[in-house]
Each structure stands twice: as C-alpha cells, then as structure tokens.
C-alpha cells in the first residue's frame, strides 16, 4: 500500500471518528434537553406544593388563578423549548452520522 493511499485511509477514519464525537455531543445535548423537560415541571410542582403547605390556608380566587397561569404558562414555555431543541439536536446528530464515510 502506498504511502498516501495509507494517509487518505487515516485521514478518513479521522474524519469519521470528529463525525461521530460531534454527533455524541448533540445526541447527549438531546438527551439532557429531554431530561430537563421532566425535571423544571417536577421541581416547579413541588415547588407550588411546598408554598400551599406552609401557608396552611388557601389563597383567595383571584391570586390562585393569576399564580396558577403563571405556573402553567411557565411549564408549558420551559417544556416546550426544551423539546423543540431536544429535536433539533437529534435531527443535527442523525445528519452527522449520515456523513460517514464507508
């Protein structure tokens, strides 16, 4: 095998083995994105829930109502973005991989 036949093959495994590094980085992007989706509405319930305890009476109607769709609004906003960027980073990562080289 000649000496650059032999440099093209390292330089393509090289460039293979950068595909798949970045395209673990995006995958584990995803992932962290998922988990923080489940994670902000679970510490935000219990956060609410600890509020509630402590005061040891309700709030009026209209305070509960405006605290209620600021949490709700918030959950949603948080969920959503985490989401939306979960996806794309897994689509960014698919892309990766389909630059591969055989």
Request: glycine share 2%.
């Amino acid at each position: 095998m000649s000496r650059e036949a032999r440099n093209q093959r390292i330089n393509k495994a090289a460039r293979n083995e950068c595909r798949k590094i970045r395209a673990t980085y995006y995958n584990n992007t995803a992932v962290g994105m998922t988990v923080t989706a489940v994670v902000i509405p679970v510490f935000t319930a219990y956060q609410q829930y600890q509020k509630f305890m402590l005061a040891g009476h309700p709030p009026s109607d209209t305070q509960t109502w405006k605290e209620n769709f600021a949490y709700i609004l918030a959950l949603y906003v948080s969920v959503i973005f985490a989401a939306v960027f979960a996806v794309l980073a897994k689509i960014k990562a698919e892309n990766i991989l389909e630059e591969i080289e055989e």
